[in-house]
């Protein structure tokens, strides 16, 4: 994602942006790495799935971005 890249290029431009330093960032990531691939895990391993795991559109963005898109809204 280019804005992500640009964004976090100067560390004032994301503080200003999204709130967080870029230390607290990663961190805030970092944490919720786990958790997103336990709730994915779940969420695939549904017992009435109607398509098999990897059948439809992939995600645009992963999880950082999603975490960026979320913060600055």
């Known amino acids: 994602m280019k804005f992500l890249y640009n964004i976090t290029k100067k ?19 970092k ?5 997103w691939e336990k709730a994915e895990k779940g969420r695939k391993n549904y017992k009435e799935r109607k398509r098999a795991i990897g059948a439809g559109h992939p995600y645009k963005f992963g999880l950082r971005e999603q975490l960026l898109i979320t913060l600055i809204y």
Request: hydrophobic share 40%; no cysteine.
């Open 11 to 29: 560390e004032n431009r994301f503080q200003r942006t999204v709130g967080l330093k870029l230390e607290q960032f990663e961190v805030l990531a």
């Open 31 to 35: 944490n919720l790495e786990e958790e």
